[in-house]
């Protein structure tokens, strides 16, 4: 009888976890984060070298410290995997051509970075309560919506109701950054990136963490390959 007991007191507590977890709308893959943080985007992505340690390398090439300390925006931040898979590829075709890889961000031309990173990047703050609904399956219906990147190109926003029970758009809402690779068609061939984390928000804006799990830096990995190598790679230690 007591052994009954401790086991129905420790499904109880296992249940109200879960119950609690189910409340923050903030995952990430590994792990929850606080919503609310005492510094700047860019302090933020500092104070996590193990996710974003080459993403801050990348801003610092990329020259837009300001933008993550000072302005106020919103950054779907890519994890270091997708910078150091962007490298790679890189290195694999330049390794084919016979021309000298890439042993240092610096090497990649400041605004191949800025054209990059500023397609994750939004003037003003934007939480996924302020996202319109998505539904990959269903475009006509629910689209989500046209947003202006920091660098002047439209991306797509979204916010994906998941089912739940057999029960269509009453799980949880996950929102969905979408590269559109052709604007005469803008619902046709989206790449779609789910965020992990959503609605950490530093002093001056709001911050996404992407899922790193196939995401291409750039959305498609020919774009960053072909914009690195027609800018010119610098020599390392330049």
């Not at 499904?11 to 609310?36: M, P, Q, R, W």
């Amino acid at each position: 009888m007591l052994k009954k007991f401790k086991s129905v007191i420790a499904l109880f507590a296992v249940l109200s976890c879960l119950l609690i977890a189910c409340k923050k709308n903030y995952f990430e893959d590994t792990g929850v984060h606080n919503a609310k943080y005492n510094g700047s985007i860019l302090q933020y992505l500092k104070s996590k070298p193990v996710l974003f340690d080459s993403l801050v390398m990348a801003i610092d090439a990329a020259g837009m410290n300001d933008v993550f300390e000072k302005e106020n925006v919103t950054f779907f931040a890519p994890a270091n995997s997708c910078i150091y898979k962007a490298v790679k590829w890189l290195n694999e075709d330049l390794r084919t051509s016979g021309k000298d890889t890439v042993s240092q961000l610096s090497q990649i031309k400041p605004e191949v970075w800025k054209a990059m990173l500023s397609q994750y990047v939004f003037k003003g703050s934007y939480l996924l309560k302020d996202v319109p609904q998505i539904d990959t399956l269903a475009l006509n219906a629910f689209s989500g919506q046209g947003y202006t990147s920091y660098g002047g190109r439209s991306m797509n926003l979204g916010v994906f109701y998941n089912d739940a029970n057999g029960i269509k758009y009453v799980g949880y809402r996950q929102l969905i950054l979408s590269f559109i690779p052709d604007f005469s068609n803008p619902k046709t061939g989206l790449i779609n990136t789910p965020v992990a984390t959503s609605d950490i928000q530093p002093t001056n804006g709001v911050l996404h963490v992407l899922r790193y799990q196939n995401h291409s830096f750039g959305f498609e990995s020919r774009r960053f390959i072909t914009s690195a190598i027609s800018a010119g790679i610098g020599k390392a230690g330049q």
